[in-house]
């Protein structure tokens, strides 16, 4: 898990993800992973933001970064509004992902935290 710690708002913010084989710990890619995957929640609030406009995925489809097996990713871009309201500064986010598979397992996991500033 990634804590970004204070990000200032209209940032956009990466996550790198490394995902192992269960039984060898041998580096292998996750599959399927789609920007409806990414859930992100505001505060203690357990509604996750309404839509996945502004995640993005890293390299195209978020696997093999760069061509490195076990390394994928994604973007958040602060700045987005589709979901009026929902980034602010003075409020802590965490980021989830849910539902992917990663060596034919069902996985979920958080993939970080970060607290918006004012922009600068």
């Given at each position: 898990m990634i804590n970004w710690g204070n990000i200032p708002l209209n940032s956009i913010v990466p996550f790198f993800i490394d995902t192992f084989d269960g039984?060898?710990?041998?580096?292998v890619d996750w599959s399927g992973i789609a920007v409806t995957d990414i859930e992100i929640f505001k505060g203690?609030?357990?509604?996750?933001?309404?839509?996945?406009?502004?995640?993005?995925?890293?390299?195209?489809?978020?696997?093999?970064?760069?061509g490195?097996?076990?390394?994928?990713?994604?973007?958040?871009?602060?700045?987005?509004?589709?979901?009026?309201?929902?980034?602010v500064a003075?409020?802590?986010?965490?980021?989830v992902v849910a539902s992917v598979t990663i060596d034919a397992q069902t996985v979920n996991f958080v993939a970080g935290t970060f607290y918006l500033t004012p922009a600068t």
């Open positions: 039984g060898t710990g041998a580096s203690t609030s357990m509604t996750q933001r309404a839509s996945d406009a502004g995640v993005v995925l890293l390299d195209t489809d978020g696997i093999s970064l760069d490195i097996t076990g390394i994928g990713g994604f973007s958040i871009d602060t700045s987005d509004n589709t979901d009026a309201g929902f980034y003075g409020a802590f986010y965490t980021v």
